[in-house]
T-cell receptor
Framework: DAGVTQSPTHLIKTRGQQVTLRCSPK?????VSWYQQALGQGPQFIFQ???????QRGNFPDRFSGHQFPNYSSELNVNALLLGDSALYLC????????????FGPGTRLTVT | DQQVKQNSPSLSVQEGRISILNCDYT??????FLWYKKYPAEGPTFLIS?????DKNEDGRFTVFLNKSAKHLSLHIVPSQPGDSAVYFC????????????FGTGTSLTVIP
């Protein structure tokens, strides 16, 4: 039973560039959430996708956007990168109904220089 | 505005003794709570959950207690083992408004052999 996978593992980008991160949910899960974890902090909710629609959004600017595909996998896009976007980006999958626990992938470490 | 707080950044416990990790929240609408464990370079791993209709949930060595009037929950680990050394996050959600989870800043547990 495959867990949540994310790619790439690490990424280095320059200010102003754009980045795309990818996530495949745990088998059987239909909902994907994205989180940003800065050093020494807990994960901060970016947004959640269900049925290919953004269902909820945290306090993040429009530079952060996403997509969910019919196979439930998801992408996180960040435009016009800032130094402050450097963080660990975590993807979590869950079921829309029933158990509400979110299962996390290993994350993508993004460094903006 | 930090809605979930873990006021102890670190905790050290002798192997075999009890570890107690605490978490406070401010939003009375939260009705579902999770605990996660995180090792370096890995994503958070789900440990145990509790719904607001309960005040205790147990799973092996892990027990979570919820005190709704105090807006406080705690995770008890008995007996503590060296492999339990990790960062522990609590998370809370108001499920009736969607399952966006708010995370605390984490407590680093060290179990001393």
């Amino acid at each position: 039973d495959a867990g949540v996978t994310q790619s790439p593992t690490h990424l280095i980008k320059t200010r102003g560039q754009q980045v795309t991160l990818r996530c495949s949910p745990k088998s059987g899960h239909d909902t994907v959430s994205w989180y940003q974890q800065a050093l020494g902090q807990g994960p901060q909710f970016i947004f959640q996708y269900y049925e290919e629609e953004e269902r909820q959004r945290g306090n993040f600017p429009d530079r952060f956007s996403g997509h969910q595909f019919p196979n439930y996998s998801s992408e996180l896009n960040v435009n016009a990168l800032l130094l402050g976007d450097s963080a660990l980006y975590l993807c979590a999958s869950s079921l829309e109904t029933g158990a509400y626990e979110q299962y996390f992938g290993p994350g993508t470490r993004l460094t903006v220089t | 505005d930090q809605q979930v707080k873990q006021n102890s950044p670190s905790l050290s416990v002798q192997e075999g003794r009890i570890s107690i990790l605490n978490c406070d929240y401010t939003n009375s609408m939260f009705d579902y709570f999770l605990w996660y464990k995180k090792y370096p370079a890995e994503g958070p791993t789900f440990l145990i959950s509790i719904s607001s209709i309960k005040d205790k949930n147990e799973d092996g060595r892990f027990t979570v207690f919820l005190n709704k009037s105090a807006k406080h929950l705690s995770l008890h680990i008995v007996p503590s083992q060296p492999g339990d050394s990790a960062v522990y996050f609590c998370a809370a959600s108001a499920l009736h408004t969607g399952n966006q989870f708010y995370f605390g800043t984490g407590t680093s547990l060290t179990v001393i052999p």
